[in-house]
């Protein structure tokens, strides 16, 4: 069955960098987009980034661009998102999801927490 | 790159029909079908309900329904259950070829 599993996250200093990974597994991967999700505490959704399956475009929600760079390794079944120059408004779970080509998200990872403060 | 707009709270009774509405703009909402729909309990992640404005995803029961007017997008759920209290969030595609969230809608079963 299709898993994703992201890590990465913990606590970090405002200012700095942090770099997630999502490992996918149950589906071919390289045939997918990919997206990045986040959910501030007690806060609704919100979309960050989307890559296509072979990697040649990204996407950014203007709140990230700039600042974060999404990017993927097929051979590894692994999606990433690079996160630079963090900020405390940053501090979310940070979820990846699948694309279902059609539209929307099929598949959700548990998400990774990512705190930013000093 | 505002949010779609939902109500933040709807609530029902057991067995009745409740609909969440999610307002956008000709480019979002109404400009493409490419609206879907997220169910999502406390402390977990979301789960597609709906896609495409109106198709559910195997294994969603049918009491979950999608449609669309204009730049408004709705979830119905009928036969209200306790169960589905939960947060529901809608999405759409956007014409800059970006996603977006609505601000989420917190479903009470009375």
């Known amino acids: 069955q299709v898993q994703l599993a992201e890590s990465g996250g913990g606590v970090v200093q405002p200012g700095r960098s942090l770099r997630l990974s999502c490992a996918a597994s149950g589906f071919t991967f390289s045939a997918y987009g990919m997206h990045w999700v986040r959910q501030a505490p007690g806060k609704g959704l919100e979309w960050m980034a989307v890559i296509s399956k072979d990697g040649s475009q990204t996407y950014y929600a203007d709140s990230v661009k700039g600042r974060f760079a999404i990017s993927r390794d097929n051979s590894k079944k692994t999606l990433f998102l690079q996160m630079t120059s963090l900020r405390p408004d940053d501090t979310a779970v940070y979820y990846c999801?699948?694309?279902?080509?059609?539209?929307?998200?099929?598949?959700w990872g548990q998400g990774t927490l990512v705190t930013v403060a000093s | 790159q505002s949010a779609l707009t939902q109500p933040a709270s709807v609530s029902g009774s057991p067995g009745q029909s409740i609909t969440i509405s999610c307002t956008g703009t000709s480019s979002d909402v109404g400009g493409y079908n490419y609206v879907s729909w997220y169910q999502q309990y406390p402390g977990k992640p979301p789960k597609l309900m709906i896609h495409?404005?109106?198709e559910r995803p195997s294994g969603v029961s049918n009491r979950f329904s999608g449609s669309k007017s204009g730049n408004t997008a709705s979830l119905i759920i009928s036969g209200l259950r306790a169960e589905d209290e939960a947060d529901y969030y809608c999405?759409?595609?956007?014409?800059?070829?970006?996603?977006?969230f609505g601000g989420g809608t917190t479903l009470i079963v009375l």
């Open positions: 999801a699948k694309d279902l080509r059609t539209d929307g998200f099929d598949y």
């Open positions: 495409n404005v109106s």
């Open positions: 999405s759409s595609f956007t014409s800059t070829g970006t996603w977006m």
